[in-house]
């Protein structure tokens, strides 16, 4: 029987980047970063059996990530929607990637991404640096497929 050899374990480095409009940005600040597609169902009840099935009707994309306190980009969307009611929507790739692996990497592209919350100011005086949790939705993800992850060779 095979298993899985540590060096195949996918380190939690990577890349991030930004595309809001025409730029695109490196998000060097991320220290963390999920994206969630889940299905959305309905019941259905059926003549002839007493149990409950589910129907995918739909999907919907929600995120998070934390980031150092050390870029206002996201602030700034948020003051501009606050200020003309503008919203903007934007793209995130993430790049997974460890060269010790055999496994390769994987490219994802969140499409669509709009901020649901940011923190507009903070202080702490006790604290060692500054973070901020930002949340989000997307409307469409892309894989491209030349960059997924391979099937680890098992030890």
């Not at 409950?52 to 990530?65: I, L, N, R, V, Y």
């Not at 202080?123 to 640096?129: M, P, S």
């Amino acid at each position: 029987m095979g298993f899985l050899r540590a060096k195949d374990v996918i380190s939690g480095q990577g890349r991030a980047y930004a595309t809001i409009g025409k730029n695109k940005e490196e998000m060097f600040y991320v220290k963390s970063l999920e994206a969630t597609a889940e299905k959305q169902k309905t019941e259905v009840r059926t003549l002839g059996r007493l149990g409950t099935q589910h129907k995918a009707t739909g999907w919907s994309g929600t995120g998070s990530m934390t980031i150092y306190y050390v870029t206002s980009q996201f602030r700034k969307l948020m003051y501009d929607y606050i200020k003309t009611g503008k919203d903007v929507y934007f793209e995130i790739m993430v790049v997974n990637e460890d060269p010790s692996s055999t496994i390769g990497n994987q490219t994802v592209t969140l499409k669509g991404v709009n901020l649901n919350s940011v923190m507009m100011a903070s202080l702490n005086a006790e604290a060692e640096v500054l973070e901020e949790d930002i949340e989000f939705t997307f409307e469409d993800v892309e894989m491209d497929m030349e960059k997924i992850f391979k099937t680890p060779t098992l030890g």
